[in-house]
Structures are given as structure tokens and as C-alpha cells.
């Protein structure tokens, strides 16, 4: 409690230091709130010069970790935040301070139940590097290979559970005195960073994606992903192959080795369209830090890629909107992109689709004025969404996933060549994509994939057709019968007309007699039919009371 406390009384130091209350409307708090809170940011005069997202960042730098963190992963949010400010919290690095390697053997020798020295033939107690929830080091095993291992912070749930705890206290704030506020959506962006985060605090689960990841890729010239000893991971600790590349930022030692920087661009864009659309399991943490590039052919530069903690993924319906949404787009059928919301059900059945389509013609028309090559594929998806939002859509986490990893790759693409045009690149593998989901292959895959179940119940098939036959069967005999006690009522009834009154109030005062000798009776005519109490009346008229 005292802890939670204490760090409460930082953050609040922070917004003042900061000069924060920039971010909050004044005008909407009681008058003693606003003068007070006035009062207090005399202390933050001189960073009130400052751009307004640049405090922000430093403010968030100050915090520590979880909280620079939270800044990286609501910089992808484009989709809610302003440009300036995106921008500037996406200059937020993912180099902090390392904790002791003697700590890092500590947790190692916990977690693996083996001393450092029998697990490696080599162990380096300084970090290769330090992130925000863990810090890297270099070994090799005793079979010769040289590895990477990767160490959680110690502790950190714990912090980060604490932090997220006032970061939803702050939101809910935001969200009560804002209309600004809300439409930021807060809860929704801690909601999204409590999953993120916590994910990621698993090792064990990014050793799993690494591996599904690289079985993806197998043989492939296109990407190439480390191997992991499973022997070696545990929640706390990950090992896998070390490898060498260029780091894909490194514009200047690429061009030293003669790489293909066209070449390099395009084939990130195809990596990309090949993992949402074929694989439909996307690394969705692609910046320039996990990104190396082996340029061995240096023609047909190579991707390394590493830290699979967030991943991505999208179901067919998901795809089947982006593609034909994108398609759509290019064709400037900005009927079809409307109608195609309303048909996901990503916004209401009941949206004017006359007026959708005009809201997004107003938006992407504009884009048509730059030449092909400089518009962004990025800034498409975050037009279409924002419009779609005004129209009450809910953007999906998957695809928030989906546009940060796009920008991540777009931005990637024209740093390496800005000349580069993603529709010439996209297009096409969209047009193929689509063409195979209606085509013959993907008919004869749907019936491999079905065939293990057809066959497992084609032996039930006899019994059910031999018992759909009875009960049919049995239902034609009913009616059958139930028709000729009708007829043969019928002919009773036209033969003897007088005796009909006198036999109805024998019928009705045997009925009574009965409901008075057994009153439960009625619970059970409750639950009678209309034609098992008529065919109930026949009999007894019949077999009782005939002549």
C-alpha cells in the first residue's frame, strides 16, 4: 500500500514537473481544482517552453520502463493520437539501464535448476543489450554453439501490475472529464498495453511463436529466424541461436556491402503480405532493433528477425475484408469500401451507406492528387478507420496490430528506398490472394481440410438414413390412423344424431367424476395435446359408450 502510495506521489510529481495539464481541460474542474493545479505547475514554468508531446516523452522517460513502454505502444495508436504526438513518443528507444548479471545468473540458475557453468560452456555477465522488460546476454554451449539468452526483469510483474492498476485510475479520470478524453479512448488503450505487456513477460510463449515463426519460413530465401533451444526456456529465461547480420537502420554499412536496397525494400513488403495472408500469423513488433539483414547475396539481401513476443493474426474474414478493402480503395470504388463495413459488421447494419461513402471519399480522394509511389499504404488503413469510427465502427485489436506493423514496414521500406511504390508490390499479391480464395485450389483444400471428419462419420451415415426411414415411416402410420378414427367418428355421428347430446354429457360427467376423484388430474390435462385428447374422447365413445 505504502508503495503504491509513493509511486502515485511521483506520477503526480511528474505531470507537474512536466507541465502535463496541458493534456488536461482546466475549464472543465471546480475553480479550486484549476487555481491549485495552477499553482503547483509554477514549479514546471521552464518546461512549459517545451513542445507539448516532447514533455510528454521526457515524462515518460522519467517514469522508468513500464512507462516507456506504454509510451512505444500508444505511439501506435495513429488510429486515436494526433501526428506530432505519435511522432514524438515513437522516438521513445528501448535502451534503459541493465540490472546485475549477477542477478540475470541468479534467475538462470533458478528457473533452468542448474548452475550457469554446467549450462554453459561460456557465459557473459555484461548485457549484450536492455530493454524495458528484459536484458540480453551472449553464451555458448558446451556443444560449441554460441547463443543469446534472454532474462526478464526481476520483480517487474509485480511493478508493472502496480503501474497498471493507476494508469487505469488516470484513465477512468481522463474519461470522466473529457470529451476529448473519451474519444482517446484511455481504458481501451491500458486494456490494450495490460495484454501486450503481460504477454511479453512470458518467455516461454515467445519461444513458442519464434518456432512457429521459423517452421513458417522454412527453406525460404526471403526470411530467415533463429533457432530456439527448448532445452534452455523456461517463463523467465529464453536461449536461441545468436546471429549475425546488419542492422536493417544501418543505411550506410548496407550500401558498404553493395546491397540491393530496391531489391531489400520489396521483399519486406512481400514478407509482410506473406505472413497476414498466407500464413495469417504476422510478427507485429517489426522495428528497426528486431530487424537485422544477412547480406551474404548481397543482390538477394536476406531479413533476420527476432523477438517474436507480439504476434499477430487474422481469421478469413478479417483478410477478406483488408483485401477486398484495399482492392477497393485502389479502384477508388468508395461504394464497395462502404458497403463492405457494413457487411463485416464492423459498423451498424443500420449506417446510410450513401453517407459513409462520402465521409470516406472525402478522406482517400485526396491522396489521389500525389503520385502513386508516395501514397501511403499506412496512411489509408488510418483514414479508413478514423472515418469508420465516426460512424460508431470499434476497431479491432488485430487489425491495431495490423496498421502499426504496416507503418513499422512502410516507414522501413522508404528509408531503404524512398523511391519505392508499395502498390506495385501489393497489388498484385492481393489480386493473386483473392483469386485463389474463390479459385478450384482453395475448393480442394476446404475438402482435405472437412475430409478427416466427412470420414469419420460416414460409417453413421446407414443408421441415420435406416433411422430417419422409421420415423418417418412411424409419423405416416399415425396420420394414418388418426385419419381413419376422424372418418369412423364421422360415420357414428351421422348415424346416430339423436344419442350424439346424451352420450357428449355422459362423456363430460365421466370426465368430471374422474377430476373429482383424482384432483392431480388437472396438473396432467395440462399437459395434454389437442389430438391425443381428441383421439382420448373417440375411444371412449367407441369402446365405452356404443350401443
Not at 479502384?331 to 470516406?360: C, M, N, Q
Not at 360415420?491 to 350424439?500: H, L, N, S, T, V
Amino acid at each position: 500500500m505504502f508503495t503504491s502510495a509513493f509511486r502515485l506521489i511521483r506520477i503526480v510529481y511528474t505531470i507537474i514537473r512536466y507541465r502535463l495539464d496541458a493534456f488536461i481541460p482546466l475549464h472543465l474542474l471546480p475553480w479550486h481544482l484549476r487555481y491549485t493545479l495552477g499553482l503547483l505547475c509554477l514549479i514546471g514554468r521552464k518546461r512549459a517552453a517545451q513542445n507539448k508531446a516532447e514533455r510528454l516523452r521526457l515524462a515518460l522517460e522519467s517514469l522508468g520502463p513500464i512507462f516507456v513502454k506504454f509510451g512505444q505502444i500508444l505511439s501506435t495508436r495513429r488510429d486515436l493520437l494526433d501526428d506530432d504526438l505519435a511522432d514524438e513518443l515513437a522516438k521513445l528507444q528501448d535502451k534503459v539501464p541493465a540490472f546485475s548479471g549477477d542477478v540475470a545468473q541468479a534467475i538462470i540458475e533458478r528457473d533452468l535448476k542448474s548452475p550457469v557453468s554446467e549450462l554453459f560452456a561460456q557465459f557473459d555477465s555484461t548485457p549484450l543489450a536492455s530493454a524495458s522488460i528484459a536484458q540480453v546476454h551472449t553464451a555458448t554451449l558446451h556443444s560449441g554453439e554460441e547463443v543469446v539468452v534472454k532474462v526478464i526483469r526481476p520483480n517487474i510483474e509485480k511493478t508493472i501490475r502496480q503501474d497498471i492498476g493507476l494508469l487505469y485510475s488516470l484513465a477512468n479520470l481522463v474519461t470522466k472529464i473529457s470529451e476529448d478524453g473519451r474519444r482517446l479512448r484511455p481504458i481501451e488503450v491500458v486494456t490494450d498495453y495490460e495484454y501486450t505487456i503481460l504477454d511479453e513477460l512470458d518467455l516461454a510463449k515467445e519461444a513458442a511463436n519464434t518456432g512457429l515463426l521459423q517452421r513458417n519460413f522454412t527453406d525460404s530465401d526471403l526470411l530467415y529466424v533463429p533457432q530456439v533451444y527448448w532445452d534452455y526456456c523456461h517463463r523467465n529465461v529464453m536461449v536461441m541461436e545468436r546471429i549475425s547480420g546488419i542492422p536493417v537502420a544501418n543505411i550506410e554499412a548496407l550500401n558498404q556491402a553493395n546491397t540491393d536496397m530496391k531489391c531489400l525494400a520489396e521483399r519486406g513488403v512481400e514478407i509482410f503480405f506473406t505472413q497476414v495472408f498466407s500464413h495469417s500469423f504476422f510478427h507485429a513488433d517489426m522495428h528497426p532493433g528486431n530487424i537485422f539483414v544477412d547480406v551474404s547475396n548481397p543482390q538477394k539481401p536476406k531479413y533476420i528477425a527476432i523477438d517474436c513476443a507480439i504476434m499477430g493474426s487474422l481469421d478469413d474474414a478479417d483478410k477478406s475484408y483488408l483485401a477486398r478493402n484495399l482492392l477497393a480503395f485502389f479502384k477508388r470504388d468508395y461504394r464497395l469500401v462502404a458497403e463492405l463495413h457494413v457487411e463485416s459488421g464492423w459498423v451498424p447494419k443500420g449506417t446510410p451507406v450513401h453517407a459513409f461513402e462520402s465521409a470516406i471519399r472525402s478522406v482517400c480522394e485526396p491522396m489521389f492528387a500525389k503520385p502513386l509511389k508516395d501514397i501511403s499504404f499506412g496512411q489509408v488503413l488510418i483514414g479508413l478507420f478514423q472515418t469508420a469510427r465516426r460512424f460508431n465502427m470499434e476497431v479491432q485489436p488485430q487489425l491495431v496490430l495490423l496498421e502499426k506493423t504496416l507503418l513499422n514496414i512502410e516507414g522501413l521500406g522508404r528509408q531503404l528506398y524512398p523511391d519505392l511504390d508499395l502498390w506495385v508490390t501489393a497489388k498484385p499479391f492481393l489480386e493473386r490472394w483473392m483469386k485463389e480464395q474463390m479459385g478450384p485450389k482453395r475448393v480442394m483444400e476446404e475438402v482435405s481440410k472437412q475430409a478427416p471428419e466427412w470420414a469419420g462419420q460416414l460409417p453413421q451415415i446407414p443408421n441415420l438414413v435406416f433411422s430417419a426411414l422409421q420415423q418417418i415411416s412411424s409419423q405416416q402410420e399415425q396420420t394414418k390412423a388418426q385419419t381413419e378414427a376422424i372418418t369412423q367418428l364421422g360415420k357414428y355421428i351421422k348415424k346416430d344424431r339423436q344419442g350424439i347430446p346424451f352420450r357428449l354429457l355422459g362423456l363430460i360427467s365421466l370426465g368430471a367424476a374422474w377430476v373429482t376423484t383424482d384432483p392431480s388430474s388437472l396438473e396432467h390435462l395440462k399437459n395434454v395435446d389437442i389430438m391425443s385428447g381428441g383421439l382420448f374422447l373417440l375411444g371412449l365413445y367407441l369402446i365405452v359408450l356404443k350401443p
